[in-house]
């Protein structure tokens, strides 16, 4: 699993603001810890729906990565490109952040998580507004603060899974719906496809009692629609296959974005 929680600020669409997306992030931080309230020494060695991934790895993940958040925003010493400089690529720095979980009990997994998310909250308020932070190609506050919220709700989908909690839709995960739509460009560059000129994207999701979720103009040529849930997970690759066939896609730039969409590097 190489996913660095890495959302490129191309096209930006709704931007809500880094205060909005802070508590949001608070709240995406909190249900995580609410998760992991009742797990066990036992349960950490559970498998998880990424391949090879316990519960100790998850947390060890987003642990190690909350410090490097932290670092980026406030130029610490593990800054982004300082923590990756020393590994070939990037599947090499996200294992060897898991990997620093072994030998942990359960209290000092969860305290050093807490720890972890608490610096980068301290570190995004304390950034001023027009800030950029130096991960990746570089984001605005608000961006990253998005990108933070979609790592810790893709692995903590993982950590629910493991752990038998069933699905919920929270308004958290907005963010993640924008991130899919903001960064789809950068998407299908990855992918190597070319975007279909002249063609432009609306999303007109389904959040159930959380309203209905639009992105995009609303003079689109090209729209996906469906249930918000499959949005989200199409665009963090968690149960995708399912996910995208729960989403109709109604013109070619559609059809790519469902299958390409992807809100993290």
């Known amino acids: 699993m190489v996913d660095l929680g890495v959302a490129p600020a191309l096209d930006p669409g709704v931007d809500p603001g880094p205060g909005t997306a802070l508590r949001d992030l608070r709240r995406q931080f909190e249900a995580v810890r609410a998760l992991l309230a009742e ?11 990424a391949a090879g991934w316990t519960v100790r790895d998850q947390i060890g993940h987003l642990a ?11 130029g610490g010493p593990r800054s982004f490109a300082e923590a990756l400089r020393p590994y070939p690529d990037a ?8 990997a620093r979980a072994a030998g942990r009990g359960r209290d000092e997994l969860v305290a050093w998580l807490c720890r972890a998310q608490e610096a980068t909250l301290a570190a995004l308020a304390g950034a001023g507004p027009r800030a950029r932070v130096p991960w990746g190609l570089g984001l605005s506050v608000g961006a990253f603060t998005q990108a933070r919220l979609m790592e810790s709700w893709a692995h903590g989908w993982d950590l629910g899974r493991a752990l038998g909690t069933p699905d919920r839709l929270t308004a958290e995960a907005w963010h993640v719906a924008s991130l ?10 990855r992918a190597r496809v070319r975007t279909p000129p002249g063609h432009t994207l609306r999303l007109d999701l389904d ?25 989200v997970k199409t665009v963090t690759r968690r149960a995708a296959a399912e996910a995208r066939e729960r989403l109709r896609a ?16």
């Open 39 to 49: 797990v066990g020494e036992r349960e950490l060695e559970l498998p998880t729906p």
């Open 64 to 74: 190690d990565t909350e410090e490097v958040a932290a670092d980026t925003v406030t």
């Open 250 to 265: 109604d013109g070619p730039l559609a059809r790519l974005a469902v299958a390409h969409a992807q809100a993290y590097l």
């Open 207 to 231: 959040a159930g009692p959380l309203g209905r979720w639009t992105f995009g103009p609303a003079e689109a040529t090209d729209v996906v629609s469906g249930p918000a849930e499959a949005w």
């Open 180 to 189: 899919g739509h903001d960064t789809l460009r950068f998407a299908l560059l």
């Open 91 to 98: 599947a090499a720095f996200t294992a060897a952040g898991a």
